[in-house]
């Protein structure tokens, strides 16, 4: 039986939390910040349910501790909170959250994520795809024209998810993106894995332009079709952290462009399916019927047309 440590001020939100997992797991509790960092190496949880607002120390900064701790670095915090803001998220990223769940929940849904979540993560491989850094600044050029004349062939959608993967491990860069067209949203990842709470962030998106978002080391990257984030960015060296969002920035501006033009592609595609459909299924009605003219048959395919444009 799995072990879960719930972590919240509040007892009846403990209670009900002790009364809703006790048969699928087993519960243990902590009613600080302070007490989940003194008892973790006693408990050894599984997973870590935490509240974000708690009186002394709150959930971002217990998290933050926690990943301080050798040998407890890796296990999953799911957030829990009534606030559910981008802001909100991205502290929670920050502090190295795994998931993040909004208040009121529901429990059945949370139990089969619990589950899901130490399942996956203790059947992970460890050997991740390492990121590996340039070895000079003209390799550095050599992979954004690289990529930016790629974007300008005809290449799909999972041509290009997989070339800004290559181009992102070959910068050195730790991270993941998220394509959407139409209603399909794709991940990408330089490594194995990409957390809940990286989806929910890769989600966040903008229909005017690119957007920015600088939280500590990392940065989200947003356009209204794709949308990348990135840990480890260089905040130590300001020149740098500059010059790379700039450059990323010019390669989302040209992944943005092709995802937009294959969207263009494939909305032409189907009309032009859908008018040639209405033309032989038009020639076939009216080769049923003899004495119609010519000029009649192609008004009324024209007429048809018209309605579908």
Known sequence: ?????????????????????RAKFNVALASSGEECINNIENIKPDLILLDVSMVGMDGYETCQKLKQIENFQNIPVIFVSARGSLEDKAKAYEAGGYDYIIKPFNHAELELRIEKTIKKLKQQDNTL????????????????????????????????????????????????????????????????????LEQSLLCEQTNEGIHFFDFDSKTLISHSQISLLINGMPVDDLIQHKNLKELLGM????????????????ALKQQQDTILDIIKVSLVEFGDHSGVSTVEVINTIRAKIKKLM
């Open 1 to 21: 039986m799995y072990k879960i440590l719930s972590v919240d001020d509040e007892p009846i939100n403990q209670a009900i939390v002790e009364e809703l997992f």
């Open 129 to 196: 795809h390492k990121p590996a850094p340039p070895e000079a600044h003209h390799e550095e050029t050599k992979i954004i024209i690289q990529f930016l004349s790629s974007c300008c062939t005809e290449i799909s959608l999972e041509q290009l998810g997989d070339l800004l993967t290559q181009s992102c491990l070959g910068l050195g860069l730790d991270c993941v993106f998220q394509i959407r067209h139409n209603s399909t949203r794709n991940n990408f990842s330089t490594k194995n894995l990409i957390s809940p």
């Open 251 to 266: 390669m989302l501006d040209a992944a943005e462009s092709r995802i937009k033009s294959l969207i263009n592609e494939m």
